[in-house]
């Protein structure tokens, strides 16, 4: 009997039908308190948008949870509730508020996990643990960037140059 782990398999395309149901890119409504529309592409390595049906982000924190499919041009959306800051730890630090991300795309052989962190709250990303322990040069991919209608925009880059950091967790 062999000990040795079988590698994952790829699953699609049907991220697009099969993960994803109407309303599922929406966990509040506009004009509730702390709703933010966080919009952004997934893009392969050649900067090529991964487009519907090769992609599906999901997007959660605490009990929120949605799921968005990426349209024609590689474009996805979630509508939540901005977090509150995290856990304070021992030292006194604490976690910046941030959405966790999972990331299904053709051509990954299992799901990549990332963070989005807030583009206003400097202070608290400054001083945020898991973020202190990317590179300063990478950060940046972690960090979502105010549009002018008062969303957030968070590209999703697979690979390449100025690839989004991922996480193993």
Request: net charge negative; proline share 8%.
């Amino acid at each position: 009997m062999s000990t040795q782990q079988s590698p994952s398999q790829t699953i699609g395309p049907m991220y697009g039908y099969a993960l994803y149901a109407k309303g599922m890119n929406r966990s509040t409504e506009p004009g509730e308190p702390g709703a933010v529309l966080i919009r952004g592409a997934v893009l392969d390595g050649e900067g090529e948008p991964v487009a519907h049906p090769d992609a599906l982000v999901e997007v959660w924190y605490g009990d929120q949870f949605t799921r968005a499919r990426t349209d024609a041009f590689g474009v996805w959306h979630v509508r939540v509730r901005k977090p509150e800051a995290g856990l304070e730890l021992p030292d006194g630090t604490g976690l910046a508020p941030y959405l966790h991300a999972t990331v299904w795309a053709r051509g990954l052989m299992k799901q990549a996990e990332t963070r989005i962190y807030f583009p206003d709250e400097a202070a608290a990303n400054a001083v945020d643990p898991v973020l202190a322990r990317v590179p300063e040069s990478r950060r940046h991919t972690l960090v979502a960037v105010p549009e002018d209608d008062g969303g957030l925009r968070f590209d999703i880059r697979l690979q390449g140059g100025d690839e989004t950091v991922f996480f193993d967790f």
